[in-house]
């Protein structure tokens, strides 16, 4: 098979865990048609036990340790050198000679890249580099800045713009770019104009055997309580936002009307101030769990009150392929398919949010919306039939995306 160079910010594996899911699921298209050469990082130590597997899909391998608390006083070396910090977090110098020696000796002149940071491996090679960048990561910084005080405010502002012209200049060295919802390939079209021309939408997939609701799956939840469900790493700040915002502002208006409803935080890592909600009434927080899957099947409703989001939120899809009814904020909605209040529900302020969550537990609510929501995904969310995408840009054609702004 033809040789193809893989780089991931971070290792691919476990498969159903928050970013690595994409990740995960185009090595796995990748290496049916490719010898893949995958070039990793793994952040969490427990994660090396999952090595054996991931290289089961590879033709080679290499992975390099990153220590997070080291990453982040790396990274300030960004400040001296005027570039965006993103880009010293990812920098490290054996990983950079692993893909010049992997390029060379194996004849390599195609690169498939997973997040726009990983870009600054492959500058100067001559390679073929079709780079997702799944979302627009300096935006999601340039609107943190936007809720933070300063000096915090500053910093993250500084970093939206750098890492704005990084991913500018990524792109242009690219032959194609590559976005997970057509609103993010907009937007990045607006950004950088000049690229208009090799931006494509690939849209998530969900692999709806896995999520699937189960008669002999066990429900993790204490008798009697109707529980509202969220999952997510909760150490990622819109995670941590958004749950702080619904305990606060939302669960009081829904223990008004339902005294034993419970708001499950479902989510591994929680930072302390996810940690302190517990003192809230109706506020559980599971930290990790082994399983998520019995907190969807058995929730009562799924809720992603994300107030900054970008992209697509594999969260929503998982909780409608597991049949659930989901409400969702604006920002969470964003490249969903389905009608609202047919699908799923969107809603915003808190008053709205506790209103549409009620009407789903009113005993007379549609039950059939969950169902309609897992027909959607089955229907629509494909990891194969999404993924064939990457063939055709790897093979030159540019007309293959879904988006509009490359037809």
Not at 43 to 69: I, N, Y
Not at 256 to 261: F, I, K, L, W
Not at 341 to 358: N, T
């Amino acid at each position: 098979m033809e040789p193809l160079l893989y780089l991931v910010h971070r290792m691919p594996f476990p498969p159903n865990k928050g970013d690595k899911i994409r990740s995960y699921h185009l090595l796995r298209h990748l290496a049916e048609r490719y010898a893949v050469h995958l070039g990793t990082f793994v952040d969490m130590a427990e994660d090396l036990v999952h090595v054996p597997q991931l290289e089961a899909h590879c033709a080679s391998l290499h992975v390099e340790t990153l220590d997070p608390r080291a990453a982040r006083l790396r990274s300030v070396s960004g400040f001296l050198t005027g570039e965006a910090l993103t880009l010293p977090y990812y920098r490290n110098s054996a990983l950079r000679s692993w893909v010049k020696r992997v390029v060379a000796q194996q004849g390599i002149r195609k690169a498939v890249v997973f997040s726009g940071a990983m870009e600054q491996y492959v500058k100067g090679l001559d390679l073929r580099v079709v780079l997702d960048f799944v979302d627009v990561d300096s935006a999601k910084w340039s609107e943190y800045a936007k809720r933070q005080s300063w000096p915090s405010s500053f910093v993250y502002r500084r970093e939206g713009n750098r890492l704005l012209s990084f991913e500018r200049a990524a792109a242009r060295r690219s032959a194609a770019s590559v976005f997970v919802t057509e609103p993010e390939a907009e937007l990045f079209g607006r950004l950088a104009p000049e690229c208009r021309g090799r931006l494509h939408v690939i849209e998530m997939g969900v692999n709806t055997d896995y999520f699937a609701p189960h008669v002999e799956r066990v429900s993790p939840f204490v008798k009697g309580d109707v529980p509202i469900v969220f999952t997510g790493a909760m150490d990622y700040w819109p995670n941590i936002d958004a749950v702080t915002w619904f305990a606060i502002e939302v669960m009081p208006l829904i223990l008004r009307v339902r005294p034993n409803a419970r708001f499950y935080i479902v989510g591994m890592n929680p930072a302390p101030a996810v940690g302190t909600l517990v003192s809230r009434p109706g506020v559980v927080v599971t930290g990790t769990v082994p399983d998520v899957r019995p907190y969807l099947q058995h929730a009562a409703v799924v809720v992603a009150p994300l107030r900054v989001a970008r992209g697509m939120q594999s969260k929503v899809l998982e909780a409608m392929a597991m049949a659930r009814p989901v409400v969702v904020s604006p920002a969470a909605s964003t490249g969903v398919r389905g009608a609202i209040g047919h699908d799923f529900e969107v809603a915003e302020s808190p008053a709205e949010f506790a209103r549409k969550v009620l009407a789903v537990l009113e005993p007379g609510a549609d039950k059939e919306i969950g169902w309609r929501a897992r027909a959607r995904i089955v229907s629509e969310y494909s990891w194969a039939r999404n993924l064939a995408h990457f063939d055709r840009l790897l093979d030159g054609d540019q007309q293959s995306a879904t988006s509009g702004l490359a037809h």
